[in-house]
């Protein structure tokens, strides 16, 4: 398969430097150039000594991929080199789609289940590969733009599976393992291509968060919830704090609230966003054969050794507001609609998401949306009274935006305002972040589900309040 490419993604930065900026904050270009410069530079240093540990450890150690596929299957995904060779070989020489899949495995979801579980009162889950796809996200690296895409796709998506029907995208991998995982997915978007898979199973994902030492966090609010039958238990407090393995486990599995599965997404982003800001940088690199190490028996790739560090490097490498977090665009089913519970595509939205941020080749012209058309909503985490976003909503009005709600406020205190792309659509939450002249963009789904941008209002707007007050006079 061929990944194809728009040249969407090259045009975003141009045109959003031209918008123009009411007003401006300080900044010291010179000196983060430069800074940039020595992380870059200390990067590809650590890089490339990781790459000869790595190398070390993959002569003596198990496989990397530990499923068995048939040359149909192999020929699912793209076998042409993504990293250079000789003294390029930590190098990503193009863009790579990589599905990743976590698993969370049961006895009975076993062909041959463990002999010790067959009498326990609860199930517990079990290091194995197969069962139910209970996260799946779709990662594009890409050299080009210098940007890494991570498209999360709700387990409960419903969708045509290749000689089974339509059902739940997450039973793809029940039926028919990573290959046909790959084809479900890559028909549901559009005929993207997929180069690359990981598996990797719920045992694996706690073993790792501890092998990085734990992963600082805002958990939103009070958890708990006990499942005797899945050997779950989950008792977490609202706050800032260091989550070990089982914990962040605990985070990401909670799905028992009125966003249901969505939710979780949403928490799974932040946890990722979390994790690498913590994680992606020369010292933590450097670990990666003691990580690979601990988890390796707990994850399933056909990428190689080589591979995997050409992708670690090139996420060093990577600006974290080039790191990008979307979210299948879509809605819940409603009672009585179907005979379960699904989340229904949009095939519009999904069409206008892969020809922005995967480069896929669009029917529908790509264009910046009209402020009047967008739903812009405003979660306040400073506490105040809501009179205070008085003057940003006659700012943004001012300014054409007419769809503006005040929704449910957002549960993280935050010092800088974040401005989210909720739908990925970048270019209109920078647009309006030049209209404020405050805040950071971020192109996630952690914002409200239904608006198209999401302003999650900081401590920063407290002391820009009085500024746009001023402007609004005159």
């Given at each position: ?7 969407a993604?090259?045009n975003q ?9 009411k007003?401006?904050?300080p900044?010291?270009s010179k ?10 530079m200390?990067g590809i240093a ?15 150690s ?13 020929a699912?995904?793209?076998s042409?080199?993504i ?7 930590s190098e ?16 009975p979801d ?18 194995s590969?197969?069962?139910l796809?209970?996260?799946m ?11 890494i ?22 039973s793809?991998?029940v ?6 995982t790959a084809?479900?997915v890559?028909?549901l ?16 994902v706690?073993?790792l ?8 966090v ?25 989550l070990n ?12 609230d ?10 799974q ?5 979390a ?16 990580v ?22 090139f ?5 974290r507001?080039?790191?990008q977090m979307?979210?299948?665009p879509g ?8 005979d379960?519970s699904?989340?229904?595509p ?19 012209e ?8 967008l ?8 506490g ?5 976003l008085?003057?940003?909503i ?13 929704a449910?406020?957002w549960g ?10 909720q ?19 971020r192109?996630?789904?952690?914002g ?12 920063d707007w ?13």
């Amino acid at each position: 398969m061929t990944i194809q490419r728009s040249s969407a993604e090259e045009n975003q930065s141009g045109k959003a430097s031209k918008s123009k900026k009411k007003i401006s904050l300080p900044h010291n270009s010179k000196s983060g150039r430069w800074l940039w410069f020595w992380v870059g530079m200390s990067g590809i240093a650590m890089v490339s000594a990781t790459a000869g540990a790595l190398l070390a450890v993959s002569l003596t150690s198990t496989p990397l991929q530990q499923a068995q596929l048939s040359p149909q299957d192999e020929a699912v995904f793209d076998s042409d080199s993504i990293s250079g060779g000789v003294l390029r070989f930590s190098e990503l020489t193009r863009p790579v789609n990589l599905l990743v899949m976590g698993m969370s495995v049961l006895p009975p979801d076993v062909q041959n289940p463990p002999e010790e579980t067959k009498n326990l009162k609860y199930l517990p889950q079990v290091n194995s590969f197969d069962g139910l796809a209970d996260v799946m996200l779709l990662v594009k690296f890409d050299p080009e733009t210098k940007k890494i895409v991570m498209l999360s796709i709700p387990r409960d998506t419903r969708t045509e599976i290749e000689g089974y029907g339509v059902k739940k995208i997450n039973s793809a991998n029940v039926e028919g393992g990573p290959a046909l995982t790959a084809r479900t997915v890559s028909n549901l978007l559009g005929g993207a291509g997929i180069d690359r898979y990981v598996r990797i199973n719920v045992l694996g994902v706690g073993k790792l968060i501890d092998a990085l030492g734990g992963v600082n966090v805002y958990v939103p609010k009070d958890m708990k919830y006990q499942d005797d039958s899945q050997h779950l238990y989950i008792n977490l407090k609202a706050g800032k704090q260091h989550l070990n393995g089982d914990q962040t486990l605990q985070l990401l599995r909670f799905r028992h609230d009125e966003l249901g599965d969505i939710g979780r997404i949403q928490r799974q982003q932040m946890v990722m966003r979390a994790l690498m800001d913590q994680t992606l940088n020369p010292a933590t690199v450097a670990q990666l054969p003691k990580v690979l190490d601990v988890v390796k028996d707990h994850i399933d790739t056909n990428l190689t050794v080589e591979e995997l560090v050409a992708l670690m490097g090139f996420g060093v490498r990577t600006n974290r507001s080039n790191m990008q977090m979307l979210m299948l665009p879509g809605r819940f089913s409603e009672k009585n609609e179907y005979d379960a519970s699904y989340w229904l595509p949009s095939k519009n939205g999904i069409a206008r998401l892969m020809a922005q941020h995967f480069g896929l080749e669009s029917d529908q012209e790509q264009q910046m949306a009209n402020p009047r058309s967008l739903r812009v909503a405003i979660q306040d985490s400073t506490g105040g009274d809501r009179s205070n976003l008085q003057p940003l909503i006659r700012a943004l009005e001012k300014s054409g935006y007419r769809n503006i709600y005040v929704a449910k406020a957002w549960g993280e205190p935050l010092e800088v305002t974040h401005i989210v792309a909720q739908q990925g659509d970048g270019e209109s939450a920078e647009s309006i972040r030049n209209t404020l002249g405050f805040g950071e963009v971020r192109v996630e789904s952690t914002g409200n589900l239904g608006s198209d941008i999401s302003i999650q209002v900081g401590q920063d707007w407290l002391q820009q309040k009085s500024i746009l007050e001023e402007l609004l006079t005159k």
